[in-house]
């Protein structure tokens, strides 16, 4: 049998968020990295005990607190997008809040920050030079 030690086109490291409101988190991430959903592991009571999406190559998995009662924990992200601009656009209309205006600094990258909703901080960047 040759069986693989991962799930087909899963990368071997994926953050794993733990939120206040996984289903707010997941409608962001599809309005702003146009997400798909992997899978989905519901609780009794509604609320998401296992998520996992593909962004872009990557995918990022999520929880509300599990079990109940487990601290939220705030996170920082960083995503590469084909345009930090419009993401950074999209976010801010998804409902997040700026942390950093779209900038290039003294490397190659333009980046932005927001934090959505759940508390998560995304860095977005694009290669430019």
């Known amino acids: 049998?040759?069986?693989s030690?991962?799930?087909v086109e899963y990368t071997s490291l994926s953050p794993y968020l733990v939120v206040d409101g996984a289903e707010t988190t997941i409608d962001f991430l599809k309005a702003?990295?146009?997400?798909t959903g992997l899978r989905r592991y519901l609780r009794d009571d509604g609320s998401v005990m296992h998520a996992e999406l593909r962004i872009d190559d990557s995918v990022l998995m999520l929880s509300d607190p599990n079990p109940p009662g487990w601290p939220v924990t705030p996170a920082h992200v960083h995503v590469y997008v084909p345009?930090?601009?419009a993401t950074f656009r999209k976010a801010?209309?998804?409902?997040?809040v700026a942390i950093q205006e779209p900038i290039?600094?003294?490397d190659a990258d333009r980046r932005?920050?927001?934090r959505d909703v759940g508390g998560?901080?995304?860095w977005i960047a694009t290669q430019v030079s």
């Open 83 to 85: 345009d930090v601009d």
């Open 92 to 96: 801010l209309e998804a409902g997040a």
């Open 1 to 3: 049998m040759n069986r």
């Open 104 to 106: 290039q600094k003294d």
């Open 32 to 35: 702003v990295f146009n997400a």
């Open 112 to 114: 932005a920050g927001v």
């Open 120 to 122: 998560t901080t995304w």
């Open 5 to 7: 030690y991962k799930p």
